[in-house]
T-cell receptor
Framework: DTAVSQTPKYLVTQMGNDKSIKCEQN?????MYWYKQDSKKFLKIMFS???????INETVPNRFSPKSPDKAHLNLHINSLELGDSAVYFC????????????FGPGTRLTVT | GENVEQHPSTLSVQEGDSAVIKCTYS??????FPWYKQELGKRPQLIID???NVGEKKDQRIAVTLNKTAKHFSLHITETQPEDSAVYFC????????????WGAGTKLIIKP
């Protein structure tokens, strides 16, 4: 009965590798987000999709590519991983956008060595 | 664009005392102001929110006040307990955005026994 789920929970990989993080929500929400939270805890929005359409694309290296196969899923693929990509990545969803509660997934802790 | 400043970055209070965290925003037309709590190792979760047509909202020991003239809003926690220890984030929804929240940098609240 998990509302927003992410896999994997932990991801340890070497520099230069390519990895993906998956997110699914069963709340029937139209909008989904990816956030990056670094060691200083700041929540940085990366991308937002509304009904499978990209609506927010912040200044993020193009090594990061989101993909939304349907409105319940938003995946994040990262190419050529760098040390600075180490962070916790949170997926979130909301009913109609930023004016309502955002429900966060449990996070994926990515460590690049 | 909209900017949100949050203070203090760290707040240490004695158990049972009150805690106040303040955020200021720049866009006077912002109309939605949520507060999220993130416990250590967990996901951010909404604890209270307020819309621009209301000056104050309470939910048991927590309250949020909004001063639209001064463009600031505050989170008040009374009778603090150990389980209140967490990082608290404020956010606001800027004009013209249905999807994006602008986040504060977070406040680490420490409750001393």
């Amino acid at each position: 009965d998990t509302a927003v789920s992410q896999t994997p929970k932990y991801l340890v990989t070497q520099m230069g590798n390519d990895k993906s993080i998956k997110c699914e929500q069963n709340l029937g929400h139209d909008t989904m987000y990816w956030y990056k939270q670094d060691s200083k805890k700041f929540l940085k929005i990366m991308f937002s999709y509304n009904n499978k359409e990209l609506i927010i694309n912040e200044t993020v290296p193009n090594r990061f590519s989101p993909k939304s196969p349907d409105k319940a899923h938003l995946n994040l693929h990262i190419n050529s991983l760098e040390l600075g990509d180490s962070a916790v990545y949170f997926c979130a969803s909301s009913p109609i956008g930023g004016g309502d509660e955002q429900y966060f997934g449990p996070g994926t802790r990515l460590t690049v060595t | 664009g909209e900017n949100v400043e949050q203070h203090p970055s760290t707040l240490s209070v004695q158990e049972g005392d009150s805690a106040v965290i303040k955020c200021t925003y720049s866009d006077s037309a912002s109309n939605y102001f949520p507060w999220y709590k993130q416990e250590l190792g967990k996901r951010p979760q909404l604890i209270i929110d307020i819309r621009s047509n209301v000056g104050e909202k309470k939910d048991q020991r927590i309250a949020v006040t909004l001063n639209k003239t001064a463009k600031h809003f505050s989170l008040h926690i009374t009778e603090t307990q150990p389980e209140d220890s967490a990082v608290y984030f404020c956010a606001c929804k800027p004009t013209g955005s249905n999807y994006q929240l602008i986040w504060g940098a977070g406040t680490k609240l420490i409750i001393k026994p």
